[in-house]
């Protein structure tokens, strides 16, 4: 038997529709494409098949039974169905790109969609592959290599990108374009290509698997603007190596620091089931991945409270800023174009996290539409986070303290040259703080001897790390205490000082608005603009105001490019911090479904708003927009250190108090102190952390202590 929110029902035997799919689900799903189709494994190429979320409406009606517990096999659940992404290949080499839905139980397709030529699907591994294979067999390709006089210790690296947005009224059917580096052949594999940079972009016909053309870069510095053909004969005579492998760097590691281990000697305090489900002190939440997305949050609760019905990461463009063409197309979108679940690291225990890890593993397919597992991509542990709340009185010194433990779940994807680091961290006082670090290593051109460059700054000798722009879009499906929200925004004004309201001008007020029309918002630190996702049907007892969590959008930067430009039109959701649309089911990505080769965003955030909807009292989605401006500096180099932002979800007026009154304090006996032999750190002088503390190190900051006064004594009695 297994409990839900105090309630115990049976222990399921079928697949929650919230899990991933099996691996038999996958075969019957495959099989629904190759009949439906009537085609030969050979005619498809199978790209994703995944689980296909039902309808919000039917899903919120099973997960509304089984939080109540009023689960049982004869429950009405949703139907178990499998998106399937995959190309019809024809005798000519040209691809159709489709997408089935199947019914899991039946075998059948149920949905089927052609999408037009005119969008381009996601890249695959097979085509980077393919890429490199075609540039080593391509004459054009050896001659233009041959072109640059390289040494014999050199071989070829190939790092394939996406071919950004063509130029108007260029046509591209399908390109994948390639950053070129010499490698140096020292016999081991992990040997950094990216000090020696190569001044061409070879371009394939994905399609025809042919390069069609040679791009030459300009290598020149401040001096020479937009102009090319400035480079020496020997472009790489004055670049140097540029190895971070411990094994192959030029400096010895550091021997002077000593072990620093997390200890959890009575296991974790979370659970993990149904292949989903988390459990860690109040908090009740299912982890879902999908190949674009990697791990999605659902049916998020605290204390049996619904908060959040989805959060996910949804899209994140990277424009380079470098004018000189072609670097104009130098613009991923990593979700779109790419997928972070198909890129997702396998992560290795105790280096990418550490505790008592749960690793959750994904499945995905090959291109023939068989079941792959890939391991461990997503791990849940706990870590501390200091302090989370403290007080002392000073009358006693007697300080009462916690520590503040979070539940982190996290995922690593490496695309090319560049790590990003997600993070979901859940904290003891109803908080969620949604975590991303960038590191990985920076993307650089070749630049000559001695000169410097506006489009960026040199790195390393030869090597200029071009000035870029990491673009991100949280997609927040809120359900907070239900699914009928409205969003507000408050923000702190002054009042001018005048004799009615405002007679010393120490006051100032607070103005919320409601958001009543689909619509953006901008961040405004100068008047602390909050957003606040409320239930205006559930009111806080306390302070009358209605339930909500809220959140602070950071006054990031937002996309640099020029409106009218290509880069800036395919990302249309990177020109506002915030985006509030009505739920569609089936809108989830921030750019579009279609990010490849675009020229314009389609069916992303802007054309959702653009409907106007009313979007109060409502099932509403907002949507955060966050941006890191990378002008490189040369502690980025080899390997930058990590860059970090945060996102923090914290309840405002949800809970009647402190929601982590009651967490304990706890000693942790490990802990020592410097130069003392007595590791007891929990003596009679300093008590134990529940508040039984003697004697606070801080007290002769805050004078004797105070008697108190008996009010019968103010009020002149004896």
Same mark, same amino acid.
């Given at each position: 038997?297994?409990?839900?929110?105090?309630?115990?029902?049976?222990?399921?035997?079928?697949?929650?529709?919230?899990?991933?799919?099996?691996?038999?689900?996958?075969?019957?799903?495959?099989?629904?494409?190759?009949?439906?189709?009537?085609?030969?494994?050979?005619?498809?190429?199978?790209?994703?098949?995944?689980?296909?979320?039902?309808?919000?409406?039917?899903?919120?009606?099973?997960?509304?039974?089984?939080?109540?517990?009023?689960?049982?096999?004869?429950?009405?659940?949703?139907?178990?169905?499998?998106?399937?992404?995959?190309?019809?290949?024809?005798?000519?080499?040209?691809?159709?790109?489709?997408?089935?839905?199947?019914?899991?139980?039946?075998?059948?397709?149920?949905?089927?969609?052609?999408?037009?030529?005119?969008?381009?699907?996601?890249?695959?591994?097979?085509?980077?592959?393919?890429?490199?294979?075609?540039?080593?067999?391509?004459?054009?390709?050896?001659?233009?290599?041959?072109?640059?006089?390289?040494?014999?210790?050199?071989?070829?690296?190939?790092?394939?990108?996406?071919?950004?947005?063509?130029?108007?009224?260029?046509?591209?059917?399908?390109?994948?374009?390639?950053?070129?580096?010499?490698?140096?052949?020292?016999?081991?594999?992990?040997?950094?290509?990216?000090?020696?940079?190569?001044?061409?972009?070879?371009?394939?016909?994905?399609?025809?698997?042919?390069?069609?053309?040679?791009?030459?870069?300009?290598?020149?510095?401040? *001096?020479? $603007?937009?102009?090319?053909?400035?480079? %020496?004969? @020997?472009? #790489? !005579?004055?670049?140097?190596?540029?190895?971070? +492998?411990?094994?192959?760097?030029?400096?010895?590691?550091?021997?002077?620091?000593?072990?620093?281990?997390?200890?959890?000697?009575?296991?974790?305090?979370?659970?993990?089931?149904?292949?989903?489900?988390?459990?860690?002190?109040?908090?009740?939440?299912?982890?879902?991945?999908?190949?674009?997305?990697?791990?999605?949050?659902?049916?998020?609760?605290?204390?049996?409270?619904?908060?959040?019905?989805?959060?996910?990461?949804?899209?994140?463009?990277?424009?380079?800023?470098?004018?000189?063409?072609?670097?104009?197309?130098?613009?991923?979108? *990593?979700? $779109?174009?790419?997928?972070?679940?198909? %890129?997702? @690291?396998? #992560? !290795?225990?105790?280096?990418?996290?550490?505790? +008592?890890?749960?690793?959750?593993?994904?499945?995905?397919?090959?291109?023939?539409?068989?079941?792959?597992?890939?391991?461990?991509?997503?791990?849940?542990?706990?870590?501390?986070?200091?302090?989370?709340?403290?007080?002392?009185?000073?009358?006693?010194?007697?300080?009462?303290?916690?520590?503040?433990?979070?539940?982190?779940?996290?995922?690593?994807?490496?695309?090319?040259?560049?790590?990003?680091?997600?993070?979901?961290?859940?904290?003891?006082?109803?908080?969620?703080?949604?975590?991303?670090?960038?590191?990985?290593?920076?993307?650089?051109?070749?630049?000559?001897?001695?000169?410097?460059?506006?489009?960026?700054?040199?790195?390393?000798?030869?090597?200029?790390?071009?000035?870029?722009?990491?673009?991100?879009?949280?997609?927040?499906?809120?359900?907070?205490?239900?699914?009928?929200?409205?969003?507000?925004?408050?923000?702190?004004?002054?009042?001018?000082?005048?004799?009615?309201?405002?007679?010393?001008?120490?006051?100032?007020?607070?103005?919320?608005?409601?958001?009543?029309?689909?619509?953006?918002?901008?961040?405004?630190?100068?008047?602390?603009?909050?957003?606040?996702?409320?239930?205006?049907?559930?009111?806080?007892?306390?302070?009358?105001?209605?339930?909500?969590?809220?959140?602070?959008?950071?006054?990031?930067?937002?996309?640099?490019?020029?409106?009218?430009?290509?880069?800036?039109?395919?990302?249309?959701?990177?020109?506002?911090?915030?985006?509030?649309?009505?739920?569609?089911?089936?809108?989830?990505?921030?750019?579009?479904?279609?990010?490849?080769?675009?020229?314009?965003?389609?069916?992303?955030?802007?054309?959702?708003?653009?409907?106007?909807?009313?979007?109060?009292?409502?099932?509403?989605?907002?949507?955060?927009?966050?941006?890191?401006?990378?002008?490189?500096?040369?502690?980025?180099?080899?390997?930058?250190?990590?860059?970090?932002?945060?996102?923090?979800?914290?309840?405002?007026?949800?809970?009647?108090?402190?929601?982590?009154?009651?967490?304990?304090?706890?000693?942790?006996?490990?802990?020592?102190?410097?130069?003392?032999?007595?590791?007891?750190?929990?003596?009679?002088?300093?008590?134990?952390?529940?508040?039984?503390?003697?004697?606070?190190?801080?007290?002769?900051?805050?004078?004797?202590?105070?008697?108190?006064?008996?009010?019968?004594?103010?009020?002149?009695?004896?």
């Amino acid at each position: 038997m297994a409990a839900t929110n105090g309630h115990t029902v049976p222990k399921r035997t079928y697949k929650h529709p919230l899990d991933q799919l099996s691996a038999e689900e996958v075969t019957i799903a495959r099989q629904a494409v190759l009949d439906a189709r009537k085609s030969a494994v050979s005619a498809v190429r199978f790209r994703n098949v995944f689980a296909n979320e039902p309808p919000k409406a039917t899903l919120v009606k099973f997960l509304e039974a089984e939080h109540a517990g009023t689960l049982s096999p004869d429950t009405p659940r949703p139907a178990r169905q499998a998106r399937v992404q995959y190309d019809i290949v024809s005798d000519d080499r040209s691809h159709e790109y489709m997408e089935s839905v199947i019914d899991v139980a039946s075998g059948k397709e149920v949905d089927h969609q052609r999408v037009p030529k005119t969008l381009q699907q996601s890249l695959t591994i097979d085509e980077f592959r393919e890429f490199s294979k075609v540039c080593v067999e391509s004459d054009m390709f050896k001659k233009a290599v041959k072109e640059l006089n390289l040494d014999e210790k050199f071989e070829i690296a190939i790092d394939p990108w996406p071919y950004g947005g063509p130029d108007v009224g260029e046509v591209a059917p399908r390109y994948t374009q390639g950053l070129c580096f010499a490698k140096l052949r020292n016999s081991n594999p992990d040997s950094n290509h990216y000090g020696f940079p190569l001044p061409i972009i070879p371009v394939m016909d994905t399609y025809k698997k042919e390069i069609i053309r040679i791009d030459r870069l300009a290598t020149g510095g401040v *001096d020479d $603007g937009l102009n090319y053909g400035t480079a %020496a004969k @020997n472009v #790489l !005579a004055h670049c140097q190596p540029a190895e971070y +492998v411990p094994e192959l760097l030029d400096t010895p590691l550091r021997q002077d620091l000593k072990p620093l281990n997390v200890l959890q000697p009575d296991g974790p305090s979370f659970t993990v089931s149904d292949d989903s489900l988390i459990e860690w002190q109040k908090w009740r939440f299912r982890v879902g991945f999908t190949p674009r997305e990697c791990a999605v949050l659902h049916d998020v609760h605290y204390d049996g409270r619904s908060v959040l019905y989805r959060l996910s990461l949804s899209e994140m463009t990277v424009p380079y800023g470098d004018p000189r063409p072609p670097f104009h197309r130098k613009q991923a979108f *990593d979700f $779109g174009d790419a997928g972070a679940g198909r %890129a997702a @690291n396998n #992560l !290795a225990l105790g280096c990418d996290c550490l505790g +008592v890890i749960k690793y959750i593993d994904a499945m995905l397919v090959d291109t023939e539409g068989n079941p792959s597992v890939s391991k461990n991509v997503v791990c849940v542990h706990e870590q501390d986070n200091g302090i989370g709340w403290k007080h002392t009185n000073f009358r006693t010194s007697r300080a009462v303290v916690t520590r503040s433990r979070e539940l982190v779940v996290q995922f690593i994807i490496t695309l090319a040259n560049y790590e990003y680091i997600f993070a979901y961290k859940f904290d003891q006082a109803g908080g969620i703080t949604l975590e991303t670090r960038a590191t990985g290593i920076v993307s650089v051109v070749n630049i000559d001897e001695g000169k410097t460059s506006p489009y960026g700054n040199v790195v390393s000798p030869g090597a200029m790390a071009q000035n870029h722009q990491h673009i991100f879009a949280v997609r927040i499906d809120p359900a907070i205490d239900g699914h009928a929200n409205t969003i507000f925004t408050e923000e702190s004004l002054p009042v001018p000082m005048n004799p009615k309201t405002n007679p010393h001008g120490n006051g100032y007020e607070v103005v919320r608005k409601p958001v009543t029309k689909s619509t953006w918002i901008d961040a405004s630190p100068f008047t602390n603009l909050t957003v606040k996702m409320a239930n205006t049907n559930k009111i806080n007892p306390i302070s009358k105001r209605p339930v909500a969590y809220k959140f602070m959008p950071a006054p990031s930067q937002l996309i640099l490019a020029d409106p009218e430009s290509i880069v800036a039109k395919r990302a249309a959701f990177a020109h506002h911090h915030v985006w509030v649309s009505k739920y569609v089911d089936g809108e989830l990505w921030a750019g579009g479904p279609y990010t490849n080769q675009s020229q314009k965003e389609i069916g992303g955030v802007a054309d959702m708003v653009a409907r106007n909807d009313q979007v109060d009292d409502t099932d509403v989605v907002v949507w955060n927009v966050f941006g890191l401006t990378h002008n490189p500096r040369v502690e980025d180099w080899p390997v930058m250190p990590v860059e970090i932002h945060q996102l923090h979800f914290t309840p405002a007026d949800f809970f009647e108090r402190n929601p982590a009154l009651d967490v304990p304090g706890s000693k942790n006996t490990a802990s020592v102190e410097v130069g003392r032999t007595n590791t007891d750190c929990c003596d009679a002088t300093n008590g134990n952390a529940n508040g039984t503390v003697q004697d606070d190190p801080t007290s002769h900051l805050q004078g004797p202590p105070e008697e108190n006064i008996p009010v019968a004594e103010v009020n002149g009695q004896h």
